[in-house]
């Protein structure tokens, strides 16, 4: 059976809810909520994956299409230049979060903000957003998950002060969106924009 994300079951109790009470209204119009329901678990979907033993491998956080490679100046967690590595979620992507590297969490940072395209290079700044620092054999890396123009809930499964295996998951954004990878200067990248990934499976760099 299709495992589910916990943070869809109000919205499919919701769409059940609708289908029962349309079912006794108007029987011949229940399939429409029903498939409603069947569209929200598929979209919160969980399947499980196995991560990879790459020593110093980075793993993908999340499934998608990798839109951005650069590097970009230093921010709050980091204070110096970092590698960037942005994966675009389309609604048809699982939205479960994953834990990049096996590390300790060490800094958690979240943003209000406004919900433009997560395409557009400014969204990684000015939209809802939530950086997640991990410490990894004395390296920071840092995860950032950025609400788009449909997503508009961020949900984080960890805190600062939580050890972390790659490949855990560690949160989830609802309906489309977009996640940042941020690596230290002499980081591998090992994937090209346009590239697909597979969050906890596909090795996106590796450190050092």
């Known amino acids: 059976m299709m495992r589910v994300a916990r943070e869809g079951f109000p919205y499919i109790a919701l769409a059940l809810a609708a289908a029962a009470a349309t079912a006794w209204l ?5 399939a429409a909520p029903l498939a409603a329901a069947a569209c929200v678990a598929l979209f919160f979907r969980d399947p499980s994956r ?45 939205h479960v979060n ?15 903000g406004s919900f433009r395209n997560a395409m557009r290079d400014i969204s990684s700044a000015v939209n809802e957003n939530n950086t997640i620092g991990i410490k990894a054999g004395g390296t920071a890396m840092a995860v950032r998950q950025i609400a788009g123009m449909i997503a508009r809930r961020i949900v984080c499964r960890c805190t600062v002060g939580d050890s972390v295996r790659a490949g855990d998951r560690i949160g989830i954004i609802k309906f489309g969106s977009r996640v940042d990878v941020f690596l230290p200067l002499g980081a591998r990248v090992l994937v090209r924009e346009g590239d697909r990934v ?11």
């Open 98 to 112: 994953y834990a990049p590297v096996s590390g300790t969490v060490d800094y958690m940072h979240y943003r209000r």
């Open 198 to 208: 597979r969050g906890g499976e596909t090795v996106i760099g590796r450190m050092g």
């Open 50 to 94: 196995v991560a990879p033993q790459v020593e110093g491998g980075v793993l993908a956080p999340a499934d998608g299409r990798v839109t951005r490679i650069d590097e970009v100046a230093g921010e709050g967690y980091f204070g110096r230049s970092v590698k960037r590595i942005s994966i675009f979620l389309s609604v048809f992507d699982v």
């Open 26 to 30: 108007a029987p011949a119009w229940a």
